[in-house]
């Protein structure tokens, strides 16, 4: 195929494409000191002599990988040659762009049809003595240019000579990103499946490009072709995209973005997860957490169509919050897989309901300048909010900062299976108002109204469920007991002394609630507090 391309006149219409690619000497089989082989490359210098008259070369290695549009040479002395381009500096690898002929003494240019290049070899057969004034490459840069993609460089010729220009910035995008993933892109770029895999292709090098852009090189890929080689070693490198930069193993994204080219929905999200990855100065772990969030959619068909669905993603630090949990996943102890499911579904709940809306917004500031464990109380409060607290999750951005408190004062350490209840129970009161006019006292002292929450239990229950569900009766003790827990957040003195008392087991907790309230009926607040957990 690559010889039916040379000597074709046909060019590219996008000149601006085309340009003179800088080259160097890599070897020349032989030079004399006033004539060396670095002169065929300086316009300045005179001329590149060998002071021989027979079977000499001399091989130039250009700044970049190209497709090779001309070749111009202008001979001082040289009565027969030969002309041959690679992309590798191997001798069976060189393709003759000039047949062995005669050599003109004068400037010669000699077309070629955008044939991938990288070395030229100019093979002096006869001379008077061999001597050469200048070389000179032109043809469109294509950087990382190397066999691997030859057959997708093949398939888009016939546009690239069409004057395509989309054509040519996927194949310089296919060159720069894909060429270190050669060895799993092997079927995509095998010439029989080419056809087959330029959709894949072109998704990859544009709409998902922000993805590549995450992938681990290999070892191998610090060596290609395509890279500058030491004769250019000279040059700045690249700066890296971002200083936390995370990596991902190209043989688990690669798979799943061809599963995501084939299913709608999950090539919906896909586009989702890249566009998010395109925000300015995004961390290392809000990458991570897109990555999960869009691992997490190719392994639940559930959760993927309700993402695609909705068309909108949690913000990028709430997926970062949320992200080791979701790769849990991977794991093969159930526990640690529940944990994942649990905070994939979480993370799907949250950015596909719009009523979450002001909640996500809240929890981004918050998580501005948040520590790890109050990250950690965040993560377990919009859980809450999108299962016990659901239907009075609006009210949670207006008492976030209370209720991260809260959660974090109380549940610190290891809880026992009675605190979690009441801890819900607690923020069930604080969302519906009921500590208002205590609140500040309320957070000063919770840890000692625990006992006043487990006594009062079931009425307390009551009263957030009558307010929470209009239909439902309230009843005069349910009222009672929110009054009764008020007043004795209105007692810290007495309630601090109470609760060392119960704490220490000196006295019953029903003991103590009478010697703040006689009167109270006790014997119908008998609570279970496992009971109110799972309701």
């Not at 995004?282 to 392994?299: K, N, P, R």
Request: hydrophobic fraction near 45%; proline fraction near 6%; include cysteine.
């Amino acid at each position: 195929m690559l010889r039916s391309l040379v000597g074709s006149e046909m060019c590219i219409r996008d000149r601006d494409a085309t340009v003179v690619i800088e080259a160097k000497v890599r070897a020349a089989s032989k030079e004399v000191p006033s004539a060396k082989g670095s002169a065929v490359c300086d316009p300045s210098a005179s001329f590149w002599s060998t002071g021989t008259n027979s079977k000499e070369w001399i091989v130039l290695e250009l700044e970049a990988a190209c497709l090779l549009t001309q070749l111009r040479l202008v001979n001082k002395s040289v009565n027969e040659w030969e002309i041959s381009v690679s992309l590798t500096n191997k001798a069976e690898s060189y393709q003759r762009v000039r047949p062995r002929c005669d050599a003109p003494r004068k400037e010669v240019l000699i077309p070629v049809s955008h044939v991938p290049c990288r070395f030229v070899k100019v093979y002096c057969a006869r001379g008077s003595p061999i001597a050469l004034h200048h070389v000179e490459a032109t043809g469109i840069p294509v950087q990382g240019l190397s066999k691997e993609i030859l057959p997708l460089a093949y398939h888009l010729m016939p546009q690239l000579l069409a004057g395509c220009t989309s054509s040519l910035t996927m194949l310089r995008c296919a060159a720069e990103h894909l060429q270190p993933l050669a060895s799993l892109l092997e079927n995509e770029l095998s010439p029989n499946g080419v056809e087959e895999a330029v959709l894949f292709l072109r998704l990859l090098v544009s709409e998902w490009s922000p993805i590549l852009e995450l992938i681990a090189p290999s070892q191998s890929s610090t060596q290609h072709v395509g890279m500058v080689s030491a004769n250019f070693m000279n040059q700045a490198k690249p700066k890296a995209k971002h200083p936390s930069h995370c990596t991902m193993l190209p043989e688990v994204v690669i798979p799943l973005l061809r599963a995501a080219q084939t299913t709608t929905q999950l090539s919906r999200v896909t586009s989702m997860v890249a566009s998010a990855l395109q925000q300015a100065d995004i961390s290392s772990e809000e990458q991570a957490g897109l990555m999960a969030l869009l691992y997490g959619c190719s392994v639940s068909n559930e959760c993927c169509a309700a993402v695609a669905g909705s068309g909108r993603l949690p913000p990028v630090s709430v997926l970062a919050l949320l992200g080791p949990g979701i790769r849990m996943l991977v794991s093969d102890e159930e526990d640690s897989a529940t944990i994942g499911r649990r905070s994939l579904n979480l993370a799907v709940c949250l950015g596909a309901e719009a009523r979450f809306a002001d909640l996500l917004t809240s929890a981004e500031s918050f998580l501005v300048s948040s520590s790890a464990l109050q990250q950690s109380s965040l993560s377990l409060l919009l859980h809450f909010a999108t299962t016990a607290l659901r239907p009075i999750s609006s009210r949670v951005p207006l008492y976030l900062d209370s209720c991260i408190e809260l959660i974090l004062d109380l549940l610190v350490s290891p809880p026992s299976p009675h605190q979690l209840p009441l801890v819900l129970l607690a923020l069930r009161l604080m969302l519906l108002g009921a500590f208002d006019c205590c609140l500040d006292q309320f957070l000063a002292h919770k840890r000692a109204m625990l006992f006043v929450l487990h006594g009062l239990g079931p009425s307390l229950h009551q009263w957030t469920h009558a307010k929470i569900d209009s239909s439902l009766d309230l009843t005069n003790q349910a009222t009672q007991a929110v009054e009764y827990l008020v007043r004795a957040v209105h007692n810290p003195n007495l309630i601090e002394q109470l609760a060392a008392k119960v704490g220490e087991g000196s006295i019953d907790g029903q003991a103590a609630l009478l010697v703040l309230e006689p009167t109270l009926p006790l014997t119908e607040l008998a609570w279970n507090p496992q009971g109110c957990w799972s309701q």
